[in-house]
């Protein structure tokens, strides 16, 4: 079918999201010196702060937490339809997606028709999406936006990140504890406890070295040697992330099941959590992105565009994840992110400009599956919003909470006590 607008080759963006996602390697291990120190050991990069112990700790509190980043600014309203108010309808006369397509429908609300690969999971009660959810005051700006939601502690001067209050917060010690899968650890981990990135679990070794865990190793002997008499800061810092690639190297000898994942950046990423997640090394925390949902053009209808794209990826990804994890399944719990909803009415483009509130989704481990969230109305009015009627850290604290068994008043200070009943109490 030839799409009413086409669909550039190449996604486009504005050029504010475009600065605030292309910060270099660089300028990444410059920028997080305020919160800490940066080593990289060779693709993988370790965020330390003071000495930390590499053993590991096995499965951290109550279960694994995987926070997936939709940047770009996701448009919840396409992703979790509001088929039963009609202005959706009216708001949308190119993009909507009809009411007979869509999937897991009540009343109200239905899932895209891409989104097909999840509905097992909703069925069976792990999956829910929780609507009209953000910021309590707009932002708009993406660099602005993500620091605000990743840093969740509104007023602070501090640069710390919510996740890194958290992994302060639990039990253990291992620089795997805190894991971040990309070119670039999120806001949300900076902070004084040690963290660790990589870009994929198959670059995270000692550059140069034949063997990652043998200590007679030219390589590896030598660089043990030159930490061992240092008198560095960086002394006991550098010798457990060294022992931590050892243990990712035990980890990369596990079966590679990523043939049964889509091959795009987030499936390739969530292939590398499930083996490390198999290996028992000591992680609760993770950090994933999935990016292009900055969609001001070509968003598209069922037939062609970038929406049904982006989210056939995600939801085939995110499928892929749990069913590789197995019985690991039932410790691992992923809630997605987005720095801000779209506006509800589309512009002349096929697409949307930034808006205010957006849907969240939760899986796995804890989840009581459905749709929640204390629905506002839309406004078909030029410069509409989604209003936020449920703050995101009420979702993000019953998480933590629930399933990590920290203080949500720790992790997110000053924040709501209300909490949304998306996930089990027992």
């Known amino acids: 079918m030839t799409s009413p607008i086409p669909s550039p080759a190449t996604p486009d963006c504005c050029a504010e ?38 053993a590991a700790d096995g499965v951290g509190g109550n279960g694994v937490l995987v926070v997936l980043s939709m940047r770009g600014a996701a448009d919840g309203l396409s992703l979790v339809v509001p088929h039963g108010d009609p202005i959706y309808y009216k708001a949308r006369p190119t993009i909507a997606i009809p009411s007979e397509k869509l999937l897991a429908k009540d009343a109200f609300f239905g899932l895209h028709p891409a989104l097909a690969p999840l509905v ?50 639990l039990p253990g010690e291992s620089p795997l504890q805190g894991l971040a899968l990309g070119a670039e650890a999120p806001t949300s981990m900076f902070g004084p406890q040690p ?33 061992r008499r240092t008198r560095s800061p960086l002394k006991e810092s550098v010798q457990s992330s060294m022992a931590a690639v050892g243990q990712l190297t035990a980890v990369r000898k596990s079966a590679d099941t990523s043939a049964s994942y889509p091959n795009s950046d987030l499936g390739k990423a969530l292939s590398s959590i499930a083996r490390t997640l198999r290996g028992n090394v000591g992680v609760s925390v993770v950090t994933v992105d999935q990016g292009d949902w900055d969609m001001h053009s070509s968003l598209g209808t069922l037939q ?13 990804s995110v499928a892929a994840f749990f069913n590789d994890l197995g019985p690991l399944a039932d410790q691992v719990t992923l809630v997605t992110l987005s720095e801000f909803g779209r506006r509800v009415v589309e512009n002349s ?20 599956g459905g749709y929640f969230g204390n629905w506002p109305g839309l406004s078909n009015t030029l410069d509409a919003d989604l209003t936020v009627t449920t703050d995101y850290r009420s979702v993000l604290a019953e998480v933590v909470e629930r399933r990590t068994g920290a203080s949500a008043a720790k992790v997110f200070p000053g924040g709501p006590s209300a909490r949304v009943g998306a996930m089990r109490t027992t």
Do not use: C
């Open 17 to 54: 999201f475009a600065r605030a996602t292309g910060v270099s390697r660089r300028g990444f291990l410059q920028g997080v010196g305020a919160a800490g120190l940066s080593y990289a050991v060779g693709s993988a990069v370790v965020t330390v702060a003071g000495a930390s112990s590499a």
């Open 120 to 169: 097992p999971m909703w069925s069976a009660g792990t999956m829910a999406a929780v609507h009209a959810t953000g910021m309590q005051v707009p932002n708009r700006s993406h660099f602005a936006a993500m620091e605000v939601v990743e840093d969740a502690d509104p007023g602070s001067s501090e640069r710390v990140g919510w996740l890194n209050r958290l992994i302060g917060e």
């Open 195 to 227: 963290t660790m990135g990589f870009a994929s679990l198959d670059k995270a070794v000692i550059a140069g070295a034949d063997s990652q865990t043998d200590p007679n190793d030219p390589r590896m002997k030598s660089m043990a040697a030159m930490w």
């Open 304 to 316: 062609w565009g970038r929406m049904i794209d982006n989210a056939d990826d995600f939801a085939k």
């Open 349 to 368: 483009n096929a697409g949307l400009d930034h808006g205010w509130g957006n849907v969240m989704f939760l899986f796995g481990a804890g989840v009581k």
